[in-house]
């Protein structure tokens, strides 16, 4: 059994900061691409950031400058720190990561069950 469990969301004023944090747990193998998407009320999922396991980030135009993402490799964690945020940033931000179980033989995507972010005054 795999797990991601996402922690951080809440409730902050505009200007204001939140880091998400999202462990992988149970029998893995390894973890390629790690990464955060978020969905807002009647809007598709979209992608916020990703990071390889190497390192490299990748970011949403509309967060660049403002969020960070980071991982452990050695923790199966991955991060978001983010800053200045939005009204606009308002949505559920759900934690995805590209793993292979121990029992496994390829790679298949995993999600959070979701962390609900709100960016109000």
């Known amino acids: 059994q795999v797990q991601l469990v996402e922690s951080g969301g809440g409730l902050v004023q505009p200007g204001g900061s939140l880091r998400l944090s999202c462990a992988a747990s149970?029998?893995?193998?390894?973890?390629?691409?790690m990464g955060w998407y978020r969905q807002a009320p009647g809007k598709q999922r979209e992608l916020v950031a990703r990071?390889?396991?190497?390192?490299?980030?990748n970011y949403a135009d509309s967060v660049k400058g403002r969020f960070t993402i980071s991982r452990d490799n050695v923790k199966n964690t991955v991060y978001l720190q983010m800053n200045s945020l939005k009204p606009e940033d308002t949505a559920v931000y759900y934690c995805?990561?590209?793993?292979?179980?121990?029992?496994?033989?390829?790679?298949?995507?995993?999600w959070g069950q979701g962390t609900q972010v709100t960016i109000s005054s």
């Open positions: 995805n990561a590209a793993l292979r179980r121990a029992s496994g033989s390829y790679y298949a995507d995993y």
């Open positions: 149970g029998s893995i193998f390894s973890i390629n691409g």
């Open positions: 990071i390889t396991r190497g390192g490299s980030a």
